[in-house]
């Protein structure tokens, strides 16, 4: 591990942590050349896999992108970030576990919106208007008929 202060690679483990969830390692590490203290974070590289965009390009998993999304989407709404990370985190594990090598961004926004529809119709709705690429008013209002009319526990069309 290379120390941020004057590059070199010569340092040693000063002390060890698990993180809460005992997925990460904190380690506080000390330079043995200039004496700073510096802390890593260590956690397992899981194969994640690639994303196949409308378009049809092919991107790696990005973990923030998902959490970006779905913090917009709950923005001034009720919803606590311990709750937003958990929905990633379930999506994340889900896609891990899955064995997939590829997923299309369709199936993982359609999975968004269906966790955002057990959580908070706003937010479900604010998600579904920018996943869809509504195009105008009565595609909103069509969506919100919809919302209204079926049941809550029923997943949403992709």
Same mark, same amino acid.
């Given at each position: 591990?290379?120390? %941020? ?15 809460? @969830? ?17 802390? $890593? ?7 994640? %896999? ?9 991107? %790696? ?16 709404? #009720?919803?606590?970030? %311990? $709750? ?5 985190? $379930? ?51 069509? @969506?919100?008929? $919809? ?7 029923? #997943?949403?069309?992709?």
């Amino acid at each position: 591990m290379k120390c %941020p202060r004057c590059g070199q690679v010569d340092n040693k483990v000063v002390d060890s942590r698990a993180g809460k @969830e005992g997925d990460v390692i904190r380690r506080r590490r000390e330079c043995l050349s200039c004496r700073r203290r510096f802390t $890593t974070y260590e956690r397992i590289e899981e194969e994640l %896999p690639l994303v196949v965009k409308r378009d049809g390009r092919r991107e %790696p998993f990005d973990r923030q992108k998902i959490l970006t999304g779905i913090l917009k989407a709950c923005e001034k709404r #009720p919803i606590s970030y %311990p $709750t937003i990370e958990k929905v990633v985190d $379930t999506l994340e594990g889900e896609l891990q576990s899955s064995g997939e090598k590829e997923i299309s961004s369709v199936e993982i926004g359609g999975r968004v919106m269906a966790e955002l529809l057990k959580l908070d119709d706003v937010a479900y709705v604010r998600f579904a208007s920018v996943y869809r690429q509504f195009k105008d008013l009565s595609q909103f209002v069509e @969506e919100i008929k $919809t919302l209204i009319t079926e049941p809550a526990d029923r #997943p949403p069309k992709p």
